[in-house]
């Protein structure tokens, strides 16, 4: 049945299980965009808003709110927050990246301009400024705060660490704490937050979300070695943009003279020829490096399965654990 298909992803039955407040949040979202001076701050926004999204982060914010038990109207504002934070960050990587296309579509600053892109994703930062203040707490603006300052620092340290081989794991982990689990984590932490949780229960929840979202940006920078058309990845991409995620990492860090020689031709200097690529993943399974990266994805996602035991048994406890579970399945 068509049905079955659509909620046979975790996502997909988290999506159903909150599809009331999605379609709050989502109505929240399109009119606090809207701009009275500058229309073009809700086209540039729409065009991303309606790409097609999962909505996960603001998915996660209801989860934890619901779970906790919260009955108010607030985690309605923080949910549209913590995906305004996450749209903000798109319009701006995608100009620092000079991307093309983001979700299959052509991006914002592709269709119109830097400027644009730049000063609209400074829009949405302000407007979830806004919405976290209306919540009149001050502590879940203090964690979302904080979670857009982090998000900057990583985005800072990986354009710092890019191309450099001396880059270590430890480097690479702290990136990916700060431009993608930083905000997963904020966004489960609010939901306990308002609904006035203990603080072992807040912890719970935001060491679920700091542990999905690394494993999430694992799996993501793997599929760009061992992805398939279906997983959306255009395998190779992060290698011609001379990134260095935890695949090229471990190489590295495995390699000997003739090897660096290579990767510091390839992603040290850019000068990549026909058949670099291939050459770059006979080296990473040579030296098994795309398994051990498959597995520290499956560490973090163990991870943020324990993180939830201590929490009663409820429905969306199930799908949240699920859906660490769906994180690294899309590599099978």
């Not at 049905?3 to 975790?10: G, N, Q, Y």
Request: charged share 25%; aromatic share 6%; net charge negative.
């Amino acid at each position: 049945m068509v049905l079955d298909r659509i909620v046979s992803k975790p996502h997909d039955r988290l999506a159903l299980a909150l599809s009331e407040d999605i379609a709050a949040v989502n109505s929240l979202i399109r009119l606090r965009m809207a701009s009275e001076h500058a229309p073009r701050i809700p086209e540039v926004t729409a065009h991303l808003v309606d790409a097609g999204g999962k909505r996960l982060r603001p998915m996660l914010t209801l989860a934890a709110a619901q779970m906790c038990g919260y009955t108010g109207p607030y985690h309605i504002h923080l949910a549209a927050t913590v995906e305004f934070i996450h749209t903000a960050t798109l319009l701006h990587d995608d100009v620092v990246d000079a991307s093309a296309q983001r979700r299959g579509r052509p991006t914002a600053n592709l269709l119109w301009d830097n400027q644009s892109s730049v000063l609209v994703g400074d829009y949405l930062f302000s407007r979830a400024f806004q919405l976290m203040v209306e919540t009149g707490n001050l502590r879940v603006l203090d964690i979302l705060a904080n979670a857009s300052a982090t998000i900057a620092e990583g985005e800072v340290l990986q354009l710092s660490a890019a191309r450099d081989l001396k880059t270590t794991e430890e480097i690479y982990f702290k990136v990916i704490r700060g431009k993608t689990a930083a905000l997963f984590a904020a966004a489960m932490e609010v939901g306990a937050v308002i609904a006035e949780q203990d603080e072992k229960t807040v912890q719970a929840l935001l060491d679920y979300g700091d542990a999905l979202g690394i494993s999430f940006q694992i799996v993501d920078d793997l599929l760009d070695y061992t992805g398939t058309d279906a997983t959306g990845k255009n395998i190779g991409d992060d290698f011609r943009e001379r990134k260095l995620t935890l695949p090229v990492i471990k190489a590295v860090a495995a390699a000997d003279a003739d090897e660096l020689v290579f990767w510091q031709k390839c992603i040290g200097k850019g000068k990549q020829v026909e058949g670099d690529l291939e050459h770059a993943l006979t080296l990473m399974h040579a030296h098994n490096t795309l398994q051990n990266t498959r597995t520290q994805a499956l560490y973090w996602a163990g991870k943020a399965k324990e993180s939830l035991f201590l929490m009663p048994d409820h429905a969306l406890k199930t799908m949240l654990m699920d859906l660490s579970d769906y994180v690294v399945a899309r590599l099978n």
